[in-house]
């Protein structure tokens, strides 16, 4: 088992503060052999050449701009396939592993291959993700139940991120008109449609020190923005006309959500920028395509009517939330059957 190389990337964005902590517990893992890879998207901070000083083993791949977390682990990636490693596990440098996870995680992908990851907890030792969830609008949000085995998810969470070199070989790298944000969610629903599994391994286990309340109007506008562009790639037309009304009733809870934020304007730019891409949405779906073996249907029931929004703003936003799910409740197995005919 250890002659199968892991590359470990961290992708630092102005995240020095996080670094020593996070190499200290890659360094620490039970499992070898393995290589890290530190790609710096913020040249301002010096932040690689520290990382070039206190941990000298580490590969740095110092970037002139900030080429988001989609280009700089695509980096990542590339070296890791270049260099013939066995697997890739992408963690964000706000990531601290417990001395187990890399070796338990190598241990169930040599079962099958797939993408997984490992429960990350907060530092109060609560459930920060337990695998994702994918809403049927395109939406993402952390799941929380706790669980004993590996289990399938509907897609893994992008702070830490493991699977094998083969799988980009397959289907490629991350989608580069994603730059951040749901780049986990749409690489796991093409691997998915690829025939790859996506499984939580809770036995291997991660503190993730983020705070979900940091959340801002330039994170906003890249979450909706990539959630149409995700929405435009995937779903069929007939598919989108299915989903029209709750379409339109999650658009006007969103807008109002953003209204009262003061992201008004973060949202009118996400929707405009969407349709500005849609050359590039249609060349992804071509590649989606021709990837796929499996049906729609296959995503579809991995979907949930559950709509994560942190400390819902007001009452309307909660009983939009409210409504998403009983919808979903009582529609999804009639949507799911639809899909199953006409995948």
């Known amino acids: 088992m250890h002659s199968q190389l892991v590359v ?113 907890l907060y530092p109060d030792r609560t459930i920060q993700t337990s695998g994702n969830n994918l809403h049927f609008l395109g939406f993402g949000s952390s799941g929380k139940k706790d669980f004993a085995d590996i289990i399938d998810v509907s897609f893994c969470s992008g702070a830490a991120l493991f699977f094998p070199t083969s799988i980009p070989r397959k289907i490629g790298l991350f989608w580069p008109l994603l730059f951040c944000y749901h780049e986990d969610l749409e690489y796991c629903a093409r691997a998915k449609l690829a025939g790859y599994s996506t499984r939580l391994v809770p036995s291997a286990k991660g503190i993730h020190d983020h705070l979900f309340k940091s959340r801002h109007g330039k994170k906003f506008y890249f979450m909706e923005r990539n959630r149409f562009l995700f929405v435009m790639a995937y779903f069929d037309m007939i598919h989108i006309l299915l989903f029209l009304p709750f379409f339109i009733i999650a658009e006007i809870i969103v807008l109002f959500h953003a209204l009262l934020n003061d992201w008004l304007a973060d949202k009118i730019e996400a929707n405009l920028d969407a349709v500005k891409l849609l050359a590039g949405i249609k060349q992804h779906r071509k590649i989606i395509r021709r990837l796929s073996k499996v049906p729609f249907s296959e995503l579809s029931f991995m979907m949930s009517g559950r709509i994560d929004f942190p400390n819902p703003s007001s009452k309307f936003v909660q009983f939009g939330i409210f409504c998403s799910s009983i919808s979903w409740n009582l529609f999804s197995r009639l949507i799911n059957n639809f899909f199953s005919k006409h995948s």
Not at 74 to 85: D, F, L, P, Q, V
Not at 106 to 119: C, D
């Open 8 to 120: 470990v990337i961290i992708v630092g964005y102005y995240s020095k503060e996080h670094l020593r902590r996070c190499f200290e517990s890659v360094f620490s893992q039970e499992y070898r052999p393995i290589e890290v890879v530190y790609i710096n998207n913020s040249p301002a901070d010096a932040s690689h050449l520290w990382v070039k000083k206190e941990f000298p083993s580490v590969t740095v791949i110092n970037n002139s701009s900030n080429s988001g977390y989609v280009g700089g682990n695509n980096k990542g990636i590339e070296y890791a396939i270049n260099i013939a490693a066995k697997y890739v596990f992408i963690i964000n440098p706000d990531v601290y592993l417990e001395s187990c996870c890399l070796k338990n995680l190598v241990l169930a992908a040599n079962n099958q291959e797939g993408i997984y990851q490992p429960l990350l």
